[in-house]
């Protein structure tokens, strides 16, 4: 079966800008969560989405925000882009939530100039 | 807060030379300990989820343990294709509660 998808894969922009990535998850999976990494702080919680409704979130800034579609697909937003913003997004999906088995995606690696 | 701490950071082994990978946790309860594995220019890759102190389980060369106050990820007579970074999270009781994760453990094993 196909696997977590993220699009673009690679992203370039400039301070200020505002920027949105794409997650589709595995069929069937409701859940999805996003996820930040850089060498300096790991693997850092965004978001957690299940069936449209947002059920917990992580210590960000509120430039940072996300939704669902009732296909399970899910977006990210991040706006007045900073240098600190440079990153790999991750987006995982799960049957139930993040404390389940989760399948990752490839990853967005954005980079603010 | 939640807190995971992963050592050593970067670790080199022979092939076929067992070592452990060791994560310390600080949670007011826990309800599940994750191991993943993340390979340069993938997502994280699930290995194992722990629950209670005293429990192990395995997979191919690799033992995953759980204490209470620490993991350890057991590699068995590594080879080079397991070479990864290996990341640890933890996520506690509390309402709401997320996932927090390691900063991982680089792994190269040398044929």
């Known amino acids: 079966k196909a696997g977590v998808t993220q699009t673009p894969r690679y992203l370039i922009k400039t301070r200020g800008q505002q920027v949105t990535l794409s997650c589709s998850p595995i069929?069937?999976?409701?859940?999805v969560s996003w996820y930040q990494q850089t060498p300096g702080q790991g693997l850092q919680f965004l978001f957690e989405y299940f069936s449209e409704t947002q059920r917990n979130k992580g210590n960000f800034p509120g430039r940072f925000s996300g939704r669902q579609f009732s296909n399970s697909r899910s977006e990210m937003n991040v706006s007045t882009l900073e240098l600190g913003d440079s990153a790999l997004y991750l987006c995982?999906?799960?049957?139930?939530?993040?404390?389940?088995?989760?399948?990752f995606g490839p990853g967005t690696r954005l980079t603010v100039l | 807060e939640d807190q995971v701490t992963q050592s050593p950071e970067a670790l080199r082994l022979q092939e076929g030379e067992s070592s452990s990978l060791n994560c310390s946790y600080t949670?007011?309860?826990?309800?599940?300990l994750f191991w993943y594995r993340q390979d340069p220019g993938k997502g994280p890759e699930f290995l194992f989820t722990?629950?209670?102190a005293g429990e192990e389980k395995e997979k191919e060369r690799l033992k995953a343990t759980l204490t209470k106050k620490e993991s350890f990820l057991h590699i068995t007579a590594p080879k080079p294709e397991d070479s990864a970074t290996y990341l640890c999270?933890?996520?506690?009781?509390?309402?709401?509660?997320?996932?927090?994760f390691g900063k991982g453990i680089t792994l190269s094993v040398r044929p």
């Open positions: 722990l629950y209670s």
């Open positions: 949670v007011s309860g826990l309800r599940g």
């Open positions: 995982a999906s799960s049957l139930q939530g993040p404390y389940n088995e989760q399948f």
């Open positions: 069929s069937g999976h409701r859940s």
């Open positions: 999270a933890v996520q506690s009781t509390g309402a709401n509660s997320k996932l927090t």
